[in-house]
């Protein structure tokens, strides 16, 4: 019976080989891989058969530990426009958290590799799971009429397309990331909350 691959082990190596891989580049070879992470050769080929295989063990690795850091975040949070806010910053603190996380999953996913399309479309999956989560969310709080009405869609589109844009301009060195959170605030969720009208007294 074959021998399985320990799942921490390389979760481990995964991480140790993105960071090597971003700082001498994607035009390293397995063997050159291998001798920086202090493996042998075959041992590297046992855990990952490719470049390809170390994008798709960190991209795994990165959104359970971003949807757990995320999901401990927001559940306390009681208001759905409160929750979404919270999202928007745990996206940004975490990857303010790890600087180079973004530009070195870029450079890898260039690379490409091995079924990289099925990579892709599990990413995929991920995103939209969570983004209809969101919208589930605001839908709810609009029936409890705790949001005002509006297209949840539209709201969740455009918050994460923000969001998405931050994160670019972390890449780039130019992010601003508190004053766009607050103006997003400010002009796009806030003014959705409904406020409770006070009875008036006879």
Same mark, same amino acid.
């Given at each position: 019976?074959?021998?399985?691959?320990?799942? +921490?082990?390389?979760?481990?190596?995964? @991480?140790?080989?993105?960071?090597?891989?971003? +700082?001498?580049?994607? *035009?390293?070879?397995?063997?050159?891989?291998?001798? !920086?992470?202090?493996?042998?050769?075959? /041992?590297?080929?046992?855990?990952?058969?490719?470049?390809?295989?170390?994008?798709?063990?960190?991209?795994? &690795? /990165?959104?359970?530990?971003? %949807? #757990?850091?995320?999901? %401990?975040?927001?559940?306390?949070?009681? @208001?759905?426009?409160?929750?979404?806010? /919270?999202? $928007?910053? +745990?996206?940004?603190?975490? @990857? =303010? *958290?790890?600087?180079?996380?973004?530009?070195?999953?870029? *450079?890898?996913? #260039?690379?490409?590799?091995?079924?990289?399309?099925?990579?892709?479309?599990?990413?995929?999956?991920?995103?939209?799971?969570?983004? !209809? %989560?969101?919208?589930?969310?605001?839908?709810?709080?609009? %029936?409890?009429?705790?949001?005002?009405?509006?297209?949840?869609?539209?709201?969740?589109?455009?918050?994460?397309?923000?969001?998405?844009?931050?994160?670019? @301009? &972390? $890449?780039?060195?130019?992010? &601003?990331?508190? =004053?766009?959170?607050?103006?997003?605030?400010?002009?796009?969720?806030?003014?959705?909350?409904?406020?409770?009208?006070?009875?008036?007294?006879?």
């Amino acid at each position: 019976m074959p021998r399985r691959p320990d799942l +921490a082990r390389r979760t481990e190596l995964a @991480h140790a080989a993105f960071e090597i891989l971003r +700082a001498r580049g994607m *035009q390293t070879s397995m063997r050159e891989l291998a001798d !920086a992470l202090g493996i042998k050769r075959p /041992t590297l080929y046992f855990y990952f058969p490719d470049l390809g295989a170390v994008f798709e063990t960190v991209l795994e &690795h /990165t959104y359970k530990t971003f %949807a #757990a850091e995320v999901l %401990a975040r927001a559940k306390s949070v009681e @208001h759905p426009l409160d929750r979404l806010r /919270t999202v $928007v910053e +745990a996206t940004v603190d975490f @990857h =303010r *958290q790890r600087p180079n996380l973004i530009g070195g999953l870029f *450079q890898l996913w #260039a690379v490409g590799g091995r079924d990289f399309a099925s990579i892709l479309e599990r990413e995929r999956k991920m995103v939209l799971l969570g983004r !209809a %989560a969101l919208v589930a969310d605001l839908r709810a709080g609009i %029936a409890r009429r705790e949001v005002k009405p509006c297209d949840p869609e539209r709201i969740v589109e455009l918050v994460l397309a923000v969001v998405d844009g931050v994160l670019v @301009h &972390h $890449v780039l060195g130019i992010a &601003h990331a508190d =004053r766009v959170i607050d103006e997003l605030t400010e002009r796009v969720i806030e003014p959705l909350r409904r406020t409770k009208r006070r009875r008036k007294t006879r």
